[in-house]
């Protein structure tokens, strides 16, 4: 089945600095790309989507200049989290769209401290 | 109205049996419909889909659709301890501005499968 690399899993930063995350599609070229945003006990919230090539869709609420998305390839796309706060602590997931269905990374922990 | 409503639980039940899960969802519109397990700390892994009205069938789960009633739910047959987990209901949506294509998420149902 496809696969979604995300990386990386687990990631410690201190507040104000910045943290990238990334997401490979192994196997086949995933032209969208979902970013969730999940906070404990609570279900997966989407936070935008991405086009390979073009601006990304942020959902209402969600600080584009803060969350910066980059999809410059089919089989790359990266989230950035700018000037973290600890409110920013969560889990992050991506979701690609295959000939399947939705294919999950399989998220990454970020603690801002 | 919450797009996707489940019961978040916990549901428990003993080894062997039948688990049921249930969603209902508010946008008619909405043609497809995914149940994903979720064990603690990881990201969800998809179980079922399902896009037509009635029973589909895949091994010990079973998923059930009625758009007239706007209800979806799983069944888990012989319940392993295993199967304890979040399970997420999803519903995708139709074309909807920028998002087209993009799952909406309810807030899932914990179940317990007591050995």
């Known amino acids: 089945g496809a696969v979604v690399s995300q990386h990386p899993s687990r990631v410690i930063c201190k507040s104000g600095t910045s943290v990238k995350i990334e997401c490979r599609s192994l196997?086949?070229?995933?032209?969208?790309m979902f970013w969730y945003r999940q906070f404990p006990k609570q279900s997966l919230m989407l936070m935008a989507t991405?086009?390979?090539?073009?601006?990304?869709?942020?959902e209402q609420g969600v600080e584009k200049d803060k969350f910066l998305i980059n999809h410059a390839s089919l089989t790359l796309s990266t989230l950035t989290v700018t000037s973290a706060h600890p409110e920013d602590s969560s889990f992050y997931i991506c979701?690609?769209?295959?000939?399947?269905?939705?294919?999950f990374g399989s998220g990454t922990r970020l603690t801002v401290v | 109205q919450k797009e996707v409503e489940q019961n978040s639980g916990p549901l428990s039940v003993p080894e062997g049996a039948i688990a049921s899960l249930n969603c209902t969802y508010s946008?008619?519109?909405?043609?497809?419909f995914f149940w994903y397990r979720q064990y603690s700390g990881k990201s969800p892994e998809l179980i079922m889909s399902?896009?037509?009205?009635g029973d589909k069938e895949d091994g010990r789960f079973t998923a059930q659709l009625n758009k007239a009633s706007q209800y979806v739910s799983l069944l888990i047959r012989d319940s392993q301890p295993s199967d304890s987990a979040t399970y997420l209901c999803?519903?995708?949506?139709?074309?909807?501005?920028?998002?087209?294509?993009?799952?909406?998420f309810g807030k899932g149902t914990k179940l317990s499968v007591k050995p």
């Open positions: 999803a519903v995708r949506k139709g074309n909807y501005g920028g998002s087209q294509g993009n799952l909406i």
């Open positions: 946008d008619r519109g909405s043609q497809s």
């Open positions: 979701s690609a769209m295959d000939r399947y269905g939705y294919t």
């Open positions: 399902i896009y037509s009205n």
């Open positions: 991405s086009n390979e090539g073009s601006k990304a869709t942020y």
């Open positions: 196997d086949f070229q995933a032209t969208t």
